[in-house]
């Protein structure tokens, strides 16, 4: 993809020239909606941030592991995962696997054993923070975290937002969009009050979106005027492109860069970048572009 990572690299240059990024941002993508783009936005979003060279860690909080086989691992080859990490205690060290597709971008694969961690965990002490003891170690070594949440609001989920500083909620531009919104939002509250009072909303991420339906700019401007400065610029269309690459095991940045999903997930990348960026001194910039 010789062109994109032409723009891609010059568009650092910008950021490096007056911002620096805050290091360790640790962001879980989460809906207990299924179906609405959580996991193709956890995956791409992880890649193009991987693209435009902040090291990256994906990790994969979700039983159906589609997040794993997304970047070209096969679960069932999985020995040890995010599982093992939370319920044996593993070090995360030995868990995570470089992805071999984008320089930057690791891996913290999950695998099916993932479903029987909630029960083994009832009984275990301060359950709600295993994985924050596992990933708040890590923040020093990446510069972006993303959790690929399961569609429910259980355990994981739970350990996921205590582990995070923010949350991206992916929306679907269709009829059942704001559907358990509210839910989710007073779970995040909960969290935030109870286990993580750090815990801010990232954004609002518009998904599926099909500007061809009256329906899909109705959402659009339902989920804007009820939120506004939450939802990000960024929508996310319904793209082919976006929907074939998880079958080549590949971000669709490596599939089509051209497409008008990878297009998106590069933008919302860039958005969060420099939402997540710090004013940099002018002769530290100067110093660090040449």
């Given at each position: 993809?010789?062109?994109?990572?032409?723009?891609?690299?010059?568009?650092?240059?910008v950021?490096?020239?007056?911002?620096?990024?805050?290091?360790?941002?640790?962001?879980?993508?989460?809906?207990?909606?299924?179906?609405?783009?959580?996991?193709?936005?956890?995956?791409?979003?992880?890649a193009?941030?991987?693209?435009?060279?902040?090291r990256?860690?994906?990790?994969?909080?979700?039983?159906?592991?589609?997040?794993?086989?997304?970047?070209?691992f096969?679960?069932?080859?999985?020995?040890?995962?995010?599982y093992e990490?939370?319920?044996d205690?593993?070090?995360?060290?030995?868990?995570?696997?470089?992805?071999?597709?984008?320089?930057?971008?690791?891996?913290?694969?999950?695998?099916?054993?993932?479903?029987?961690?909630?029960?083994?965990?009832?009984n275990?002490?301060?359950?709600?923070?295993?994985?924050?003891?596992?990933?708040?170690?890590?923040?020093?070594?990446?510069?972006?975290i993303?959790?690929?949440?399961?569609?429910?609001l259980?355990?994981?989920?739970?350990?996921?937002?205590?582990?995070?500083?923010?949350?991206?909620?992916?929306?679907?531009?269709?009829?059942?969009?704001?559907?358990?919104?509210?839910?989710?939002?007073?779970?995040?509250?909960?969290?935030?009050?109870r286990?993580?009072?750090?815990?801010?909303?990232?954004?609002?991420?518009?998904?599926?979106?099909d500007?061809r339906?009256?329906?899909?700019?109705?959402?659009?401007?339902?989920?804007?005027?009820?939120?506004?400065?939450?939802?990000?610029?960024?929508?996310?269309?319904?793209?082919?492109?976006?929907?074939?690459?998880?079958?080549?095991?590949?971000?669709?940045?490596?599939?089509?860069?051209?497409?008008?999903?990878?297009?998106?997930?590069?933008?919302?990348?860039?958005?969060?970048?420099?939402?997540?960026?710090?004013?940099?001194?002018?002769?530290?910039?100067?110093?660090?572009v040449a």
């Open positions: 993809m010789p062109g994109a990572t032409g723009a891609t690299f010059k568009h650092r240059h950021f490096l020239s007056y911002r620096f990024v805050v290091m360790g941002k640790i962001i879980a993508v989460a809906n207990q909606k299924g179906g609405v783009g959580k996991t193709t936005s956890a995956i791409n979003l992880a193009s941030l991987a693209a435009l060279d902040y990256t860690l994906l990790v994969d909080a979700d039983p159906q592991a589609n997040a794993t086989s997304g970047v070209g096969d679960p069932k080859d999985i020995e040890n995962s995010v990490c939370m319920v205690g593993i070090d995360p060290h030995d868990i995570i696997v470089p992805t071999n597709i984008l320089p930057h971008l690791d891996l913290m694969p999950s695998h099916i054993d993932l479903v029987g961690a909630e029960v083994e965990m009832i275990l002490p301060n359950r709600e923070e295993k994985m924050k003891a596992a990933l708040r170690p890590l923040a020093a070594e990446y510069d972006f993303i959790i690929d949440c399961s569609p429910s259980g355990l994981i989920t739970v350990n996921a937002l205590t582990a995070a500083n923010s949350v991206i909620i992916p929306v679907q531009c269709e009829y059942f969009a704001l559907e358990g919104l509210g839910k989710l939002l007073n779970t995040i509250k909960i969290i935030q009050s286990l993580n009072t750090d815990l801010d909303i990232e954004g609002i991420l518009l998904t599926m979106y500007v339906l009256r329906l899909s700019n109705q959402v659009v401007e339902e989920v804007q005027m009820h939120f506004q400065q939450l939802v990000f610029d960024t929508i996310i269309p319904r793209n082919v492109k976006l929907s074939e690459s998880p079958s080549f095991g590949i971000p669709v940045i490596l599939h089509d860069a051209e497409s008008k999903g990878a297009v998106s997930y590069l933008n919302l990348a860039r958005e969060i970048v420099e939402k997540n960026s710090v004013e940099a001194n002018p002769e530290t910039a100067e110093d660090e």
